[in-house]
């Protein structure tokens, strides 16, 4: 009896796996990629056959494309000029949907979002005239990156057209990508750039599309009275880049590719635009056992808002500290199996879970 228990149980088991891995054997992409003449290819790969294809856009090839997860050939205009916005404070929002470190989860976001009607059940838009914040850090770790970027540019597409509004805040793992280092990627897109026969970063370099998409997005945004940015905003940062425009400014003009300014600029600036205090990477909220309340009052009037909302900093749930002045809403999506939102609607603020359910939020302590 034993025996046949054991071995039902390796049956199920192998089912189980069996099942897991179907359902990425999906093609992984496409990435979009410039030619020297400016011509778009669509590539794709099935890491585990070993597979690759390749097409070049044109409306009689779209047809032949495999489909691909989130992926809406409709939406591609291969001219596109994508331009930074300078435009970083939004007021009179009613509605808001905020996550942060997707890092690949397509599954959980999906879910997240449908659960709380910011998508319908086929992934458009859903948020009428609300507005959907990403603070940073969709890329690296998981394994559905490409899937979850491209549901977050259709998303951005639809919002527009409805009234409503997405910003995909760049995190220090965007930029990590953005500027080469892809130690944090899932092995799956090693073998990916391997049968594209092109370095993973430069799948979203300059010369590709979802690449010239993420150089045009923002580092720091403002809406109603509410400051979003990925790590946070330090004393020293605030003390010497006072306002969300010059941050994103000089992000963009020296963080994101080379330079020749670079060298005579001042290195103080760069060094905590993007070191440890930077917006990029600091914990400061949660670390610093100095860091008071009276130190976020003197942060959130320099950049003249209430309230501060940062990813990066891992929790089991979005947190509320500093009697609500700092919002955290990394709640751990990275591992593929929770995570929340944060949902505004007229001023009250409330946790949204995976099953549906809206909690309110508890102040915690560091």
Request: hydrophobic fraction near 40%.
């Given at each position: 009896?034993?025996y046949i228990l054991l071995f039902s149980l390796l049956v199920l088991t192998s089912f189980v796996n069996a099942q897991a891995e179907h359902e990425h054997l999906h093609p992984d992409g496409p990435y979009l990629l410039y030619d020297e003449d400016d011509q778009l290819t669509?590539?794709?790969?099935?890491?585990?056959?070993?597979?690759?294809?390749?097409?070049?856009?044109?409306?009689?090839?779209?047809?032949?494309?495999?489909?691909?997860?989130?992926?809406?050939?409709?939406?591609?205009?291969?001219?596109?000029?994508?331009?930074?916005?300078?435009?970083?404070?939004?007021?009179?929002?009613?509605?808001?949907?905020?996550?942060?470190?997707?890092?690949?989860?397509?599954?959980?976001?999906?879910?997240?979002?449908?659960?709380?009607?910011?998508?319908?059940?086929?992934?458009?838009?859903?948020?009428?005239?609300?507005?959907?914040?990403?603070?940073?850090?969709?890329?690296?770790?998981?394994?559905?990156?490409?899937?979850?970027?491209?549901?977050?540019?259709?998303?951005?597409?639809?919002?527009?057209?409805?009234?409503?509004?997405?910003?995909?805040?760049?995190?220090?793992?965007?930029?990590?990508?953005?500027?080469?280092?892809?130690?944090?990627?899932?092995?799956?897109?090693?073998?990916?750039?391997?049968?594209?026969?092109?370095?993973?970063?430069?799948?979203?370099?300059?010369?590709?599309?979802?690449?010239?998409?993420?150089?045009?997005?923002?580092?720091?945004?403002?809406?109603?009275?509410?400051?979003?940015?990925?790590?946070?905003?330090?004393?020293?940062?605030?003390?010497?880049?006072?306002?969300?425009?010059?941050?994103?400014?000089?992000?963009?003009?020296?963080?994101?590719?080379?330079?020749?300014?670079?060298?005579?600029?001042?290195?103080?600036?760069?060094?905590?635009?993007?070191?440890?205090?930077?917006?990029?990477?600091?914990?400061?909220?949660?670390?610093?056992?100095?860091?008071?309340?009276?130190?976020?009052?003197?942060?959130?009037?320099?950049?003249?808002?209430?309230?501060?909302?940062?990813?990066?900093?891992?929790?089991?749930?979005?947190?509320?500290?500093?009697?609500?002045?700092?919002?955290?809403?990394?709640?751990?999506?990275?591992?593929?199996?929770?995570?929340?939102?944060?949902?505004?609607?007229?001023?009250?603020?409330?946790?949204?879970?995976?099953?549906?359910?809206?909690?309110?939020?508890?102040?915690?302590?560091?």
């Open positions: 009896m034993q669509v590539n794709w790969a099935w890491p585990e056959e070993r597979k690759a294809g390749q097409l070049v856009w044109n409306e009689a090839n779209i047809a032949d494309l495999p489909k691909m997860k989130a992926f809406r050939p409709e939406t591609i205009r291969p001219d596109t000029t994508f331009q930074y916005s300078h435009c970083v404070t939004f007021s009179g929002v009613k509605k808001l949907a905020i996550v942060s470190d997707i890092h690949g989860q397509y599954d959980v976001i999906f879910k997240l979002l449908r659960s709380h009607d910011v998508i319908d059940e086929a992934g458009h838009w859903s948020f009428g005239e609300g507005h959907f914040v990403v603070v940073g850090d969709i890329f690296d770790r998981g394994d559905q990156v490409s899937e979850v970027l491209w549901l977050i540019y259709n998303l951005q597409l639809e919002a527009a057209a409805a009234g409503g509004r997405v910003h995909f805040l760049l995190g220090n793992h965007e930029t990590m990508i953005m500027e080469g280092d892809i130690r944090y990627i899932h092995k799956r897109y090693l073998i990916t750039g391997a049968l594209l026969q092109v370095p993973y970063q430069k799948l979203y370099g300059p010369d590709s599309y979802l690449g010239r998409w993420l150089r045009s997005l923002p580092l720091t945004v403002k809406i109603n009275d509410m400051v979003f940015v990925h790590g946070g905003l330090s004393k020293e940062l605030v003390g010497k880049i006072r306002t969300l425009e010059e941050m994103n400014k000089l992000y963009h003009k020296f963080l994101l590719g080379k330079n020749a300014e670079v060298a005579s600029y001042s290195t103080d600036h760069l060094e905590l635009l993007y070191g440890e205090g930077g917006p990029l990477w600091y914990r400061g909220y949660f670390l610093e056992k100095d860091f008071s309340e009276k130190d976020i009052d003197r942060i959130l009037k320099k950049v003249k808002a209430t309230k501060m909302v940062v990813g990066h900093t891992s929790f089991n749930a979005i947190k509320s500290f500093f009697n609500g002045k700092v919002l955290a809403v990394d709640s751990s999506i990275k591992f593929g199996s929770m995570g929340e939102i944060l949902l505004v609607t007229d001023g009250k603020f409330e946790r949204g879970t995976l099953l549906g359910k809206t909690l309110s939020l508890e102040p915690s302590k560091r």
